[in-house]
């Protein structure tokens, strides 16, 4: 993996915890504020979030793999 693709990285990674750190103070709020009658939408968001980063990751691994393999040609 050269520089480029590690900065890179981290930088998705500094952004994933960011996005898991601020889900988890809403979470925090709406449990102590009733749950999801406080914040009805809170399990699509849980489920957008994971998802969204779920697939960003494996597309990055595609691309590292794809790339990878061609600079073995």
């Known amino acids: 993996m050269n520089p480029k693709e590690k900065i890179l990285l981290t930088f998705l990674g500094c952004i994933f915890a960011a996005q898991i750190s601020f889900l988890g103070l809403a979470v925090n709020y ?22 969204t980063m779920t697939a960003t990751v494996l597309a990055l691994l595609t691309g590292v793999s794809l790339n990878n393999g061609s600079k073995r040609n």
Request: hydrophobic letters at 25%; proline letters at 5%; one cysteine or more.
């Open 30 to 51: 709406c449990t102590k504020n009733g749950g999801l009658r406080a914040c009805p939408q809170i399990a699509k968001r849980y489920e957008i979030t994971f998802g």
